[in-house]
């Protein structure tokens, strides 16, 4: 009997040999398993060879795990990103957000539950991914559609293929009347959205907050303001907001549990969290349970803030009108917290739970 061929690779990234023994023994079975000793070495393999997921230590000689994911960002931007570490570094983690995107933040000793189950998540949206890009790549040129997937895209880049303006193949038959129906309908469920239109919304009690804010943004943007998580749900109901910005000096409990509940709920809302300084342990959460796209240091400084404003907005129209993209920004319910959570904003979670279903309607554009 033939063995299971492994679809993903997996590359470990550790200073401790043994370490790298032990994830080549846990996972092996299960995937391609790749190891670098070092951030150089594990450069070098993403070079040479396609990657899907990457798993680094923070703390090395040389490079540090961040610097590493970092660069891993920009040579191979499809590989999912996994940062682990023995120590909740708050730099660290800042860093892991804003410049690496880390798909997750793992803290050692990590359970090995925990690590199998991050990693078959991280491993799945890449291979569905993969997969998706290689039919998107065989439905708009006819002369690749004979081609394994494996070798379908041998780059590793990322392409966003617009289905709806594709040609089609001179051997294809005309689609059926229920085949056009559907294509119609997915284009129809496609919102439309304008960038210049997207909205703002800033969850704070700091005034300062929202006049650094109103000042990054020189007026481009309608701004909104809510004081509390109701009057935000509300205001996100109302209006086409893509990108909230929250405050942890608000209450850190009630504004982790609304980006959790948010990104299951709405995950094309992109969040920035702003804080003088937030809890390690609070950011990691966001992080793994929220996704949070970037972490703004109070005061805010004007032209970074304004960078990375824009930078969620087109964040925020990218997984909008391609869903797909979603996949990499999966989440799963933190169960530890769900009940302290559901008391702290009560009926709110309920509204966010509801709000799917309508977020797009004040979005779509003639």
């Not at 780059?155 to 085949?179: N, V």
């Not at 405050?247 to 948010?262: S, Y």
């Not at 904003?345 to 279903?357: E, Q, Y």
């Amino acid at each position: 009997m033939a063995a299971a061929v492994k679809e993903n690779s997996i590359l470990f990234v550790d200073d401790e040999k043994r370490v790298l023994t032990s994830m080549r023994a846990m996972f092996r079975r299960d995937y391609n398993v790749l190891i670098a000793n070092s951030g150089e070495e594990a450069l070098d393999i993403l070079r040479d060879q396609s990657v899907d997921v990457v798993v680094s230590d923070q703390r090395m000689p040389g490079m540090t795990g961040v610097e590493v994911l970092r660069e891993v960002k920009e040579l191979a931007p499809n590989a999912m990103r996994i940062l682990l570490t023995g120590y909740a570094d708050l730099n660290a983690i800042e860093a892991s957000i804003n410049d690496a995107e880390v798909f997750r933040y793992l803290m050692k000793p990590c359970p090995s539950v925990e690590l199998k189950e991050t990693i078959a998540m991280a491993a799945n949206v890449a291979r569905s991914m993969g997969a998706g890009e290689a039919a998107a790549e065989a439905a708009n040129d006819p002369a690749d559609a004979e081609v394994p997937v494996d070798d379908a895209n041998e780059s590793g880049e990322f392409e966003l293929i617009d289905m709806s303006s594709a040609g089609t193949p001179r051997s294809q038959e005309a689609p059926s009347q229920a085949q056009a129906a559907a294509t119609a309908g997915e284009e129809a469920a496609t919102p439309k959205i304008d960038p210049e239109m997207v909205e703002l919304l800033v969850l704070t009690r700091d005034d300062a907050l929202v006049d650094s804010l109103g000042d990054a943004m020189h007026g481009s943007r309608r701004v909104h303001h809510a004081k509390d998580v109701e009057a935000a749900v509300e205001l996100l109901e109302a209006h086409p907001v893509g990108v909230l910005i929250t405050d942890t000096a608000l209450n850190e409990k009630q504004v982790e549990g609304l980006t959790a509940e948010l990104k299951q709920h709405v995950p094309e809302l992109v969040t920035i969290i702003a804080s003088e300084r937030s809890d390690a342990q609070a950011l990691i959460n966001m992080l793994n349970y929220g996704q949070i796209f970037r972490f703004l240091l109070k005061p805010l400084q004007v032209g970074q803030t304004r960078l990375w404003v824009e930078s969620a907005v087109n964040k925020h129209v990218e997984l909008a009108k391609n869903p797909e993209l979603i996949q990499r920004h999966q989440v799963k319910r933190n169960e530890s917290e769900s009940n302290s959570i559901q008391g702290l904003v009560s009926g709110a979670l309920d509204r966010v739970k509801r709000i799917r279903g309508r977020f797009f309607q004040s979005r779509q554009m003639a």
